[in-house]
């Protein structure tokens, strides 16, 4: 999938698990730093990644992905 | 031991020493008696007296010589090397050699009394209809029969009949303290059994209950108790201003700092300080220290309460009948709330407020948390969470009973059959859940709760993990036991599978843990004449419980059937790789996400994390659980090393099995 | 950038602004706690709530960013998580915030990853110049009215007091918080700082030393990383006029393990830190009860001017047990003046006892507690007033308590009292705690805390600070000597090296001489002077004794003969690989007092000396003393004077007093060789035979074991 694509993707899910608009949300955005988000949202967004996209992410590695950034390449490696 | 009245000369010297009777007739004394060691001592009705020789030594007084001094006795019978000092009535007692009883106001019986057993409990329902009988030999799973299977007429029936008929085995109308029992300060013991070796220090009064005798172990009654119908087995301690109406204390409970319970019954190692009680069915290490904390129409164990944790049992319609039943390992966060009827599954945890009536029972290892006025389930969220894991590991350590005679059976296993089996429900639930739900939906609903859609899946996953992980540990352990290809075979083929079957459903009595087919039989054999006694009835679950490691490895048969498709005989060297490797994967998955939990122990974000365990770990001094400063935190360390064992033992399995032929 | 602490730490505990930074809604978290526990303890001062989501919080306006903040700020509190810290505190950083406290755990505790982020968030409190409390901390509370900040999570605001509070395990400190809050004992400031991972507890002395509103300091430490900062500072702290108590949690023994030495091995960890705490005048407590105790007695009271107290009781059995403690104590029960005594006479009734201890007679009322108060604390040859209640039924016992206060009040004499019960006399306690009267249930406990106020106001003045230096040393020398032995992968220096060693130490030594033939042997025993002693020298052979390989007092050339063979015979058996440099003759000194001098290395305090009288003294009664070097001469002497069997050396039972100079001098020569030779691992000198006063001493045997390669 092509990256910027892959990166509307990725706001639009962030966006609806926080609950904010996906233009608030820039390409380096920090989870918990720029957006809020707290641990009970951290798994929401794992599991809405993995609806999103149909893949299966392994959980320690997901919660150790703190930008928007690093979640869209790691979920870019699923994709391949 | 041959009795006799006084000589004259005796009589002179009572008298010299201010000592007067109604009748010095009605006096009998041990052959060897002799009276130097009382004085001020008023007797009336038939005493009778042993020998006092011997120089006590007493904690509160030092040492002193054990005889009368200003005592007025009644009708009592004053076993050897017995002190009583400054008691103004003794009447009716039968006082065992070397007791002590000083500066007491009044020890006294006032007619036919059953010492507290026999005592109706309203518990759970407060309402009536789950009414407890306690005696002093009554275990946790005794009580969890009564209160819960009340519709197994014939058991309940035989049950109480038995126990009845104990009770009124009991009866007298004098009352009896043991010997080396010490009561010191007190104001009214009224209608009691005080035990061998208990201590009574500073009660206020203390009516119609029974205190357990126990060298190894004694009960220890302290400053400003006020007790009411009530039964304490060995090991435990009362202090503190406690009041108790109705109650029942186990073994090794502790209760202190004011704690008011009535109607209730808690077993072994409880604790309770600070707070209220009513109605409760407190199973082992069921704890509850702090202020305002009130515990009413529940059943708890393995418990622990927030400070301000509070329930309410009233619907206002039909009067306080309603109950909550949380399951083993369950935790109230600070200042929780929740309105009965409500069931709370294993080690899961209540923060907030919830005026739903809601069943969790389905979901283990759960949070429910009160989100804009509704009753919010993360499943399977509390597997990972620090918590979790220090009590599990915590409380076989904490077992305070050293009464040669334990009551309750305790099973601690984490990972269980039952709780597993309750694992592969909420499986299936979620499953149901996540299929009919609509991409849509932000929540769907399950008995009154709401669970947030996308985090099903995660709770599926989690769940699989424990599930995984039983099925490794169980073959693991048995690996590690064998030493050849033969013994191996000979154990797995023994499991007793019942073919075609599904793994059957596990009680928890309460701490002991149980499958339905062994419960059904453990009926059978109280209901059967052969069981005549209280007595029999422990033996009977000694018995039963006798068989939990092997109906565990039953129970992991069927399930490996159940998942793998092949039962324990058939197993083959691919599939026991494959079964290690998943124990392996999983269990080092799980102590990370512990791990990563710890480093969150005091996560500002984490609605879940801090307010709950954080209130308790800032107020206990227990090391183990607060986070070290210089050196790596102990339980990090701890779970660390785990890691590495969890690698070593693989491999030993594996290396073992290579030897191994099976096909 | 340059840090100023003492600047960063006032705008800590004094901010004008706090940012919480990390804050949200969430009723029971850590960042609403704080947040609501500032503004709950009337903060005098604005305060921003930082939230990437929340516009507001608890009615206050909230920031996305730190640097979203208008105003400059003082104080940011941050609670975000451990992972994203650093990103919060550069922000920090670039709006010029210097005071920090970091309350997430999730750092060096847990290490792996943890200690990473410790490491960065120090880096960038560095690059700024911030100063930051933490983290894995409870936060910091400062009852200064100026301030009233409560920034931690402590549930309640303590009283405002004089006393600090330091701790590194937040554990404890709400315990404390609610044990004191239960006494009315107040605080001026309360600080937990978790990991230190730049502010430590040495900073935090330096602070308090200044701070106008703290009068006594009590610290709670698991571990010492700068032993002797600590001790500095400490000095300098007392020296200020603050005593300093602490409770130190024992971690498990690891100094005392196997050690090559009699020192390493008798030098344990909680000795060590022990020695240190006294050699520093910090008091230290065995619990949270002890330490209150005496922080109470310091805060609440002035200072004696002696040590002579009167004692005021209503119950002679209290008033006995009083001054036995007393006197177990080492205080005085003053003698009254006649005019005491007959004012006394005339105000109390005749079967009271008016003298000192003086009892008032069980149905004693308040006139006659205010009889007794004024006639103790007008004798002038009373420095302190106990008084002791026992509550009988006609004892008033509130009366009597604000009677006590109100004289205290008028009074520069410091005041204490034992009201002995709890629930009767509960009442009367609050009266006396609100009125900073120091309350002990026991007389015992009372006594104590006295003697220790007492002994602070007499010593604190006199923590000499000259560290006293020989000039008749060859420090290069015994530096090359290390040197090479160790870089010829040795760790013991032979005895003749040690002995050589000693010697450039100015170390009063035996003549001694290495004989490889007997003949030698014969030759030196005479030049040396009957009787001698002779040792094997050997590199493999540590313990002589064992080896066979000493054998003592031969008085002539026969003797040293077969003395010669039979060491060589016992050490072949003994060790047949271990080659034999030659045989050491010395000087056998038949008249004195063994006594062992010690040297350890210790990872927190640095060079530990030990001294005790050897023999069974120190083998199994363990009667030993430790102190950091260097040594002052008042640090030798009081060594000396520690140990029990030191009045061995003052001359006891028709013995005469050794040469307790000469050890003194031994001391401060080891403390002075300890500091320059970092080298010496751990030394024995064992015996140092000391003979009679004025004939000096002298070093009979020495072990020295260097560090390893």
């Given at each position: 999938?092509?990256?910027?694509k ?7 899910v962030?966006?609806n ?10 390409d ?21 990644f ?12 997901a ?5 928007v ?12 | ?20 009777s ?25 005493v ?6 011997e ?20 009708d ?8 009583i ?6 009447y009716h ?20 009394t ?9 518990i ?7 009414e ?6 009554l275990?946790a799973?005794?009580a ?18 038995l126990i ?19 009561i010191h ?9 005080i035990?061998e ?28 108790v ?9 090991g ?41 009680a009513?109605?409760?069915?407190a199973?082992p290490?069921t ?14 164990s ?15 319609k ?19 709330y929740m ?6 599954g294993?080690?899961s945890?209540?923060t ?6 809601f069943?969790?029972?389905d979901f ?5 948390t ?29 077992d ?16 269980n059959?039952?709780?597993i ?6 499986l ?7 299929e009919?739900?609509r991409?849509?939906?932000?929540f769907?609903s ?8 996308l ?6 996953k989690?769940?699989k993990i ?12 048995i690996?590690?036991?064998?030493k050849?290809?033969?013994e191996?075979k ?11 079957t ?5 009680y ?21 004449s052969k ?6 009835l ?13 109906d ?6 069927h ?12 197993l ?23 791990l990563?939990?710890?480093?969150k122990?005091?996560d500002?974000?984490s609605q879940?994390?801090?307010g ?26 701890k ?24 096909t | ?5 003492k ?5 800590i ?11 949200n ?6 960042p609403y706690?704080?947040l609501?526990?500032?503004l ?10 930082v ?55 999730g750092?060096k ?5 943890g200690i ?15 100063s930051?409390i ?12 100026r ?13 405002e007091?004089?006393i ?19 006494k009315h004992?107040?605080f ?16 935090l ?6 701070d ?18 600590l001790?500095?500072?400490a ?8 005593p300093i108590?602490?409770?130190k949690?024992?971690?498990?023994p ?9 020192t ?13 705490f ?11 009860e ?5 922080a ?6 002035p200072?004696?001017k ?7 009781t209503n ?15 080492g ?30 007679i ?6 006659r ?22 509550p009988?039924?006609?004892?008033e016992i509130?009366?009597?308590?604000r ?11 410091p ?7 709890e ?9 006396l705690?609100r ?6 249930f ?11 106020v ?8 006199n923590v ?18 290390i ?5 010829m992968?040795?760790?013991f220096?032979t005895?003749?090296?040690?002995i050589?060693l000693?010697?450039?130490?100015g ?10 033939t ?9 030049d040396?002077?009957?009787p ?15 080896a066979?390989?000493v054998?003592?007092?031969l008085?002539?050339?026969t ?8 060491i ?10 271990a ?5 050491l ?9 063994e ?13 530990i ?9 120190v ?18 002497k ?5 140990t ?16 307790v ?15 320059n030779?970092?080298?010496i ?19 009979a ?7 390893r390669?």
């Open positions: 999938m092509e990256t910027k892959l990166q509307e993707r990725v706001k639009k962030v966006a698990v926080l609950k904010m608009d996906p233009e608030e949300i820039s380096d955005a920090n989870f918990i730093f720029d957006l809020g988000a707290d641990s009970m949202q951290s798994l929401e967004l794992v599991a809405a993995e609806e999103e996209f149909g893949i299966e992410l392994d959980e320690d590695k919660l150790s992905v703190q930008t950034a690093d979640a869209v390449n790691f979920i870019a490696s699923y994709l391949k | 031991m041959a009795y006799r009245n006084l000589t004259s000369q005796e009589i002179e010297k009572l008298k010299q020493q201010g000592c007067s109604e009748s010095w007739g009605t006096l009998w004394v041990d052959e060897k008696f002799t009276p130097e060691q009382i004085f001020n001592a008023h007797f009336s009705g038939k009778t007296l042993g020998v006092y020789s120089t006590l030594t007493i904690p509160s007084l030092g040492k002193h010589p054990a005889g009368i001094w200003n005592a007025s006795l009644k009592c019978r004053i076993g050897d090397n017995v002190l000092s400054n008691v103004q009535n003794l007692y039968d006082i065992s050699h070397h007791a002590v009883i000083n500066t007491v106001q009044t020890v006294t019986m006032t007619g036919e059953h010492f507290g057993n026999g005592t109706e409990l309203e759970l329902n407060e309402g009536g209809g789950r407890l009988l306690i005696y002093d030999k275990s799973q005794i969890y029969l009564l209160v819960h299977f009340r519709y197994q007429k014939n058991l309940i029936d035989k049950l109480q009949r009845s008929d104990y009770c009124e085995s009991k009866v007298g109308t004098i009352g009896h303290i043991g010997p080396y029992a010490q300060n007190c104001q009214i013991i009224k209608n009691m059994t035990g070796g208990a201590l009574v220090e500073g009660a206020i009064l203390l009516e119609d209950g029974t205190l357990a005798g126990c060298q190894e172990d004694p009960v220890k009654i302290g400053h400003g006020i007790a009411k119908h009530f039964i304490v087995q060995s435990s301690h009362i202090d503190d201003g406690v009041l108790l109406e109705k109650c029942f204390v186990g073994q090794g409970v502790r209760l202190g700092k004011q704690y008011s319970a009535e109607g209730s019954a808690f077993f072994a190692n409880c604790e309770g300080y600070h707070g209220e009513v109605s409760i069915f199973g290490y704890v509850t220290h702090h202020k305002s904390t009130l515990l009413i129409a529940g059943m708890f393995f418990y622990n309460a927030g400070s301000g944790t509070n329930q309410s049992n009233h619907m206002y039909l009067g306080p009948l309603h109950q909550g039943i949380l399951e083993r390992g369950a935790k109230t966060g600070s200042l929780s309105m009965w009827p409500c069931s709370v294993a080690f945890v209540v907030g407020k919830h005026a739903a009536n069943d969790a029972s283990p290892f759960s949070y429910i009160a989100e804009e006025g509704k009753s919010q389930l993360t499943p399977a969220m509390n597997l990972f969470t620090v918590g979790t894991r220090r009590d599990s590991e915590k409380w076989p350590s904490r305070r009973r050293k009464d040669p005679q334990t009551f309750d059976i305790l099973h601690f296993d984490l990972f059959p039952r709780t089996g309750k694992i592969l429900n909420a299936s639930i979620l499953q149901n859940l996540g009919k739900s991409k849509e939906q932000e769907v399950y008995k009154g709760l709401v669970i947030k859609r985090l099903i899946r995660s709770g599926i989690y769940y424990p599930v995984a992980i039983y099925l490794g540990q169980c073959l693991l352990e690996l590690e036991k064998t050849s290809e033969k191996l000979e154990i797995l083929f023994s499991i007793p599978i019942k073919e075609n599904e793994p059957e459903l596990w928890d009595l309460a701490g002991m843990l149980i499958p339905k087919s062994r419960l059904e039989t453990c009926f059978e054999k109280i209901v059967s069981t005549d006694s209280v007595e029999t422990l033996l009977i679950f000694d018995e039963v419980a006798s068989h939990y490691k092997a565990n490895l039953s129970w992991w048969g399930l490996l059937k159940k998942e793998y498709g092949v039962y324990p005989s058939e083959n060297k691919e599939l026991i790789i494959q079964l290690l490797e998943s124990w392996k994967t999983n269990t080092v998955k799980l102590n990370n996400m512990v990563k939990d710890a480093e122990e005091f500002p974000t879940i994390g801090y709950l365990d954080g209130d308790e770990a800032l107020r206990k001094i227990d090391f183990e659980i607060v986070r070290g400063t210089y050196d790596e935190n102990p339980f990090v360390k779970l660390r090393l785990e890691n590495n064992q969890v690698e070593t033992r693989f491999q030993a399995a594996i290396n073992a099995l290579k030897i191994f032929r099976l | 950038m340059k840090k100023n602490i600047v960063n730490l006032d705008k505990f004094y901010p004008d602004s706090i940012a919480v930074v990390g804050a809604k969430v009723v029971g978290t850590v706690d704080i609501r526990n500032i709950d303890a009337d903060f005098n001062g604005v305060v921003y709530p939230s990437p989501r929340e516009r507001f919080i608890a009615g206050i306006k909230a920031y996305k960013y730190v640097s979203d903040i208008p105003d400059p700020v003082d104080l940011a509190i941050l609670v975000f998580p451990s992972s994203v810290t650093h990103l919060a505190l550069e922000q920090c950083g670039q709006k010029g915030i210097k005071g920090v406290i970091i309350i997430s755990a750092f505790e847990v290490g792996g990853e990473e982020r410790e490491k960065r968030v120090k880096e960038i409190a560095d690059k700024y110049g911030m930051i933490g983290p894995n901390c409870l936060g910091v509370i400062n009852t200064d009215a301030s009233k900040i409560n920034a931690s999570f402590a549930r309640r605001m303590p009283e007091g004089t600090a509070f330091l701790s590194q395990s937040g554990a404890l400190c709400t315990a404390v918080l609610d044990y004191a809050y239960a004992i107040g001026s400031k309360f600080i937990s700082f978790g990991n230190k991972a730049d502010v430590t507890e040495i900073d002395l330096y602070y308090l030393k200044d106008p509103k703290t009068k006594v300091i009590l610290m709670y430490l698991e571990e010492i990383t700068d032993g002797p900062g001790m500095k500072a000095r300098t702290v007392i020296r200020a006029g603050k108590l602490i409770l949690a024992g971690r498990t690891e100094g005392a393990l196997a050690a090559a030495s009699h390493g091995s008798m030098a344990g960890n909680d000795e060590i830190c022990d020695a240190a006294r050699q520093a005048g910090i008091i230290r407590c065995q619990n949270v002890e330490m209150f105790n005496i109470i007695a310091f805060a609440y009271q200072m004696p002696s040590n002579r107290i009167a004692i005021i119950a002679g059995g209290p008033g006995v047990l009083a001054t036995d403690a007393a006197i177990h104590e205080l005085e029960l003053a003698k009254f003046s006649e005019e005491t005594l007959s004012m006394l006479k005339k105000n109390l009734p005749a079967t009271a006892n008016i003298k000192n201890p003086v009892d008032i069980g149905d004693a009322r308040v006139d507690y205010n009889v007794a108060l004024t006639a103790a604390f007008n004798e002038p040859s009373v420095d302190a007033v106990f008084t002791i209640l026992t009988q039924s006609m004892t509130d009366l009597i308590a009677e006590i206060a109100k004289v205290a009040h008028h009074s520069e004499k005041i204490y009292a034992s009201f002995m019960g629930a009767d006399v509960s009442q009367g306690i609050d009266v705690q009125n900073k009267i120091p309350h002990y026991l007389p015992e406990s009372m006594c104590r805390a006295f003697a220790i007492y002994q602070f106001s007499q010593t604190r003045h000499p600070t000259t560290i006293p230096t020989y000039e008749d040393i060859n420090a290069p020398y015994v530096e090359e000597m040197t090479h032995t160790i870089s992968g040795k760790q220096l005895e003749d090296e040690s050589r000693l010697k450039a130490y170390f009063p030594v035996l003549k001694t001489a290495l004989a490889t007997v003949d030698e042997a014969i030759q030196k025993a005479e040396i002077g009957f001698v002693v002779m040792k094997v020298v050997s590199d493999k052979i540590i313990h002589k004794s064992e066979g390989g054998i003592l007092n008085q002539n050339k003797e040293v003969t077969e003395a010669f063979h039979t060589l015979e016992n050490v072949k058996k003994f060790n047949p690989t080659s034999v440099k030659g045989i003759i010395e000087k056998m000194i038949l008249d004195g007092e006594v062992i001098l010690g040297l350890k290395r210790d990872k927190s305090f640095g060079p000396l030990m001294f005790g009288l050897g023999g069974i003294y083998e199994i009664f363990k009667d030993v003393s430790f102190r950091i070097a260097p040594l002052t001469e008042h640090d030798a009081a060594m000396i004077e520690e029990r069997a030191s009045a061995i050396l003052h001359g006891i039972r028709g013995r005469k007093p050794r040469d100079e000469k050890i003194i001098e031994c001391l401060l020569r080891l403390s002075q060789l300890a500091v030779h970092p080298s691992e751990e030394m024995d000198i064992n015996p140092l035979i000391v003979q009679p006063k004025g004939m000096g001493a002298y070093v045997d020495v072990r020295i074991i260097l560090k390669e």
